[in-house]
C-alpha cells in the first residue's frame, strides 16, 4: 500500500523468513558433508585403524565447528529479524507521525481561517459602530449643552469603540504573524519529507525534523488559541459597546422628552405669570369697597403654589439635586423657605437664580413630585 510520500508500506530489507532458510541450508549442507566423511571413514576403517582414529578426530572436530557455525547462524538470524522488526516499526512510526502532523496543519488552517473571519466580521461591526457613533455626536451636539450625563456616556462610549478598534487591529496583526508562521512550518515539513524521501537509510534524521516540527507546531497551536480567546474578549467589548450605543440612545430620547416637557412647564408658567402680572396691572389704585375696607385678596393661582412640604423632605432633595453649589447660604435659604411653603418648583428656581435651570428643574419636580 501506498503513503503519503509515495512509498510502499512494506519495508525493502532482508525478511526473517529469508534469513532462517538460509541458515537451515548451511546447517543442512555442513551436515550432509560431515554424514559424508563419516561413511568414508567407516569403509576405510576396515583396511586401516590408524586412520581410522585419524577420521574419528576429524569428524569430531568438524561436528564441533557445525555446532558453532549453527550457534552463530542462529544468533545472526536472530538479529536479522531484530534489526527487520524494529526497522518496520521506525517506518511506521515515521509514518504516522507525518500524517499526524498532517492532521494537525489541516486543523490549524481551519482555525486559522476561522479566525480570519471572525476578525473580518468585528471589523465590520466596529465600522457599523463608528456610524452609529457618528450620527449620535450630530444629535448630542444638537441637545441641551448643559445635560453632562449624555457627554460623559458619549466620551465613554466613543473611547470603548476606539479601545475595541484598537483590540480587533492587534487581533489581526496576531493572525497575520500567525500565517506566516504556520506558512513557514509547512515549508518546513514539505522540506523534512523530501529530505526524508531522498534519505531513506536516515529515518532517525527525518524522525527528529519531524518531531522538532511537531514542536513548532504546537507552540503555534497554543498561540492560535490564545488569538481566539483575545478575539473572543474583543467580541465581548465591541458586544459591551453595542449595548452601551442602546442605553445612550434610550436616555438621549428620554433627555429630550424631558427637556420638552420641561420647556413646556416653564413656558406655561412663564405665561401664567405674565397673566398675573398684566391682571395686577390693570387693577384700579383706588379699587375698594365701601366703608372704606380694603379688598379681600384673591386667592393664589393653583399652579404657583402647592401643599405644603416636609422640611426634611425638601433639605434631602436639595442636598443631591445638582445645579446648587453656585448659589449663596442666602439664596439657598431662601428657596428652601419657598419650597417648603409650597411654591412652584419653576418660580423658586427663578428666584434663586434670575433663570430657570433645566436639569436642575426637572430633578427637584421629579423628586418633590411637583406639578410645577
Known sequence: MTN????????????????????????????????????????????????????????????????????????????????????????????????????????????????????????????????????????LTLAEQGNTDADGARARLTKALADAEQARDAALKQAGDLKASLDEAQANLRSAAAERDKARDSEMDSMQVARETSLTIKTLTAELDKTKTEAGEQAKAANDARQALARISGDLAAARQSQQRLQADLARVTAERDALSQQATREPSGDQPAGGQPAAEQPATPTETVAPRPADTVERVLGRTPGLAGLSDDKRDDLKRQLIAGACVATALESAFGRVPLVTLRNMIRDLQSDC
Open 4 to 139: 503519503q510520500w509515495g512509498r510502499g508500506g512494506t519495508t525493502n530489507g532482508r525478511r526473517p523468513g529469508n534469513s532462517s532458510g538460509m541458515a537451515l541450508a548451511i546447517v543442512a549442507s555442513l551436515l550432509i558433508g560431515a554424514a559424508g566423511s563419516y561413511g568414508y571413514v567407516r569403509y576405510a576403517g576396515h583396511q586401516e585403524r590408524q586412520a581410522h582414529q585419524a577420521v574419528q578426530e576429524e569428524r569430531d572436530k568438524l561436528a564441533d565447528q557445525v555446532r558453532r557455525q549453527s550457534a552463530e547462524l542462529d544468533d545472526l538470524t536472530l538479529k536479522l529479524m531484530a534489526a527487520d522488526g524494529d526497522k518496520s516499526r521506525d517506518n511506521q512510526a515515521a509514518d504516522a507521525e507525518e500524517r499526524k502532523l498532517q492532521d494537525d496543519l489541516a486543523r490549524m488552517t481551519q482555525s486559522r481561517d476561522k479566525l480570519q473571519q471572525d476578525n473580518d466580521r468585528l471589523g465590520n461591526e466596529a465600522a457599523g459602530l463608528r456610524v452609529q457613533i457618528d450620527g449620535l455626536t450630530r444629535r
